[in-house]
Structure formats: structure tokens, C-alpha cells
């Protein structure tokens, strides 16, 4: 028979293996992206792809967006105080996000998948390439850039080493099929419309309440996230990080 302290420090030992082999710390956690952002007035934003550290989770850099109908010909870099007058939409969802933001002075532990959901928030996607790979853990400390020129007709972009690739809307993974069908960021008549957003054609569309305006404009709200998946292939988040909000091109 073991003596008791000696008894007592097999438990221990034992107890302390068993904790460990459970894989209860190895915590699956991502960083936020923390590199340099510069917006240009209405049209333009460009993300360092930094990370304090990189983890063995990271699987890409998620870009969440959500376009908001207005009234309003807003020009120059849009600032917190003129989200309200843009669309109310606007203001109540970038209020309800930034406390979980990694730009808050306090980040509060969520779902980040479920915190855009909730508030009809889509990934970005681009034409000829799948923007996952192109926003791999290989892109890591790169600069990507936005474009939104705001020359009729123009396409916005997204550039990544050199090389421009048109933005489109997403289709929630088949959940919704938005108008127009070329999914192209230009400001139209079908994506403007109240009508297409109440009806969920537009799910990535925040209608404009009580406006009887004749001209109208979109704008679209960017936040970025670095995606994983756990050991249990689960999906994870980083914080999200603002972006901006930029002006959609009109139409030519």
C-alpha cells in the first residue's frame, strides 16, 4: 500500500493526464486582423493582412458585407455620425456589432458566424477564382485593396498582387438568388428597390423605411474575419474587424 502522500500525488499526476489527453487546452482561438487600414474618401479601403500570431487553425480571411439602401448622395469618407442619416438600418447594425469587434475596447466571446447572420450579413465573393483560396493563410501579411471607383458602370474590385478580380454579391449559398443576376456592386434600380428586399430576392439588401424618393443609392458596410475550423471541424472565428462603408457605383 502506497504511503498517503505518495497516493495522493498519483491522483494528481493521473488526474493531470487525463485533463491533458482530453485536449481541453488546446484552446482553438484566431487573432484578429490587426494590420493597417486606409480608407479613401467613399470608394476605396486597403487591409494589411496582419495577425499578432497565426495559428495552425486558419483556414482564410472571410470579408462580410451588407448593402444598404438610401436616400442620401453622401460624399467624402462616411463617419459613425452619418450612418443614421444614410439608413437607420445602418446605424442599429454597426451598433449592435462593434461591441464584438476587434476594434471595441472591449471584444465580448460570440459566434461570429451566427452575430452576421442574425443581421443578414453576406461573404463576398469574386468572379473566375474562389476568394478562399485567394485569401489563404498564404496571403497573410499582404495587402489587399477595395475598389469602388466611382465612375458609372465601373465594376468594384478587389486586388491582391496586382491582380484585380470583379466583387459579386453572394447567393447565401443557394438560399436566395439577388438581383441583378450579374451580382456586380452597381447601384440599379433592381437593387435599390424595397420591393425585391422585402421579398428576400435581395437578402443581402437593408430596405430604406418610410422614403418616398425617387433617386436612390447603396452603400455597403465591410467587416473582415480570420475563418478556421477546430480538431472537431468545426468552423471558428477571430473578432471581426471594421472595414468601412463605401458608396456602390451608379449605373451607367
Not at 484552446?27 to 486597403?46: C, H, M, Q, R, W
Not at 466571446?109 to 463576398?124: D, E, I, K
Not at 465612375?151 to 486586388?159: A, T
Amino acid at each position: 500500500m502506497l504511503p498517503k502522500r505518495l497516493d495522493s500525488l498519483c491522483w494528481c499526476l493521473l488526474f493531470l493526464f487525463a485533463f491533458s489527453s482530453c485536449g481541453i487546452e488546446d484552446y482553438a482561438f484566431l487573432y484578429p486582423v490587426s494590420g493597417y487600414i486606409e480608407v479613401e474618401l467613399n470608394s476605396k479601403a486597403t487591409i494589411t493582412l496582419s495577425l499578432a500570431e497565426v495559428s495552425e487553425y486558419l483556414t482564410h480571411f472571410t470579408l462580410y458585407y451588407r448593402i444598404y439602401i438610401s436616400a442620401v448622395p453622401l460624399q467624402g469618407r462616411i463617419s459613425q455620425g452619418d450612418l443614421s442619416t444614410l439608413n437607420p438600418s445602418l446605424d442599429t447594425d454597426y451598433r449592435a456589432i462593434w461591441p464584438y469587434t476587434a476594434n471595441a475596447d472591449t471584444t465580448i466571446s460570440t459566434s461570429v458566424g451566427s452575430l452576421f447572420r442574425n443581421r443578414s450579413y453576406q461573404s463576398l465573393t469574386v468572379e473566375g477564382a474562389d476568394i478562399e483560396n485567394l485569401l489563404s493563410p498564404n496571403s497573410r501579411n499582404k495587402t489587399i485593396t477595395l475598389d469602388f471607383i466611382q465612375v458609372p458602370g465601373s465594376i468594384p474590385v478587389l486586388i491582391i498582387d496586382d491582380v484585380s478580380y470583379n466583387l459579386r454579391r453572394s447567393t447565401g449559398d443557394g438560399l436566395f438568388n439577388p438581383v441583378p443576376q450579374d451580382r456586380y456592386f452597381i447601384n440599379t434600380p433592381e437593387l435599390n428597390t424595397n420591393a425585391n428586399v422585402s421579398s428576400g430576392v435581395n437578402a443581402d439588401v437593408a430596405a430604406l423605411s418610410g422614403s418616398t424618393a425617387d433617386v436612390r443609392f447603396t452603400y455597403v458596410a465591410l467587416y473582415i474575419v480570420a475563418t478556421g475550423t477546430d480538431a472537431n471541424f468545426s468552423p471558428i472565428y477571430s473578432a471581426p474587424t471594421f472595414i468601412a462603408i463605401l458608396r456602390l457605383p451608379e449605373q451607367e
